[in-house]
């Protein structure tokens, strides 16, 4: 007879019923914590994602902030040299009279501010 064949062995038991199923939940156990370890893996993972999105962002944001900041600096440099120059260009402008409101704003002739009458409007 070949070994292990013997139905009255001893030392063979099959499982009870109690223990297949805690097995059952042992299995399940298993499955669930690595389940949860891969979500705590990927989630880990996006959340360095987003972190070093965040850091290149905000070093982008600082070089563009620093050629503003430049931009901002050379412009109003060249205000203040542009108001100068116009500042001690005046005195020796002859093309420039004193000016009077009439001449920047010229007296309108009547057609264009005629007023209208409107019946329903004539208490």
């Known amino acids: 007879m070949a070994q292990g064949s013997d139905s009255n062995d001893a030392s063979y038991k099959s499982p009870s019923p109690a223990s297949r199923a805690g097995s059952s939940d042992d ?12 979500a705590a893996q990927k989630s880990r993972m996006r959340q360095t994602q987003k972190a070093d999105s965040l850091h290149l962002e905000s070093e982008n ?11 901002v ?8 040299y542009l108001s100068s120059v116009l500042s001690s260009h005046e005195p020796l402008c002859t093309g420039l009279t004193p000016t009077t409101p009439d001449l920047i704003y010229p007296a309108h002739h009547g057609s264009y501010h005629q007023h209208i009458a409107v019946s329903h409007y004539q208490h």
């Open 61 to 71: 944001l600082e070089k563009e902030n620093d050629a503003l900041r430049k931009e």
């Open 73 to 80: 600096k050379q412009l109003t440099e060249e205000a203040k």
């Open 27 to 38: 299995v399940k156990k298993v499955m669930r914590r690595e389940k949860n370890r891969i």
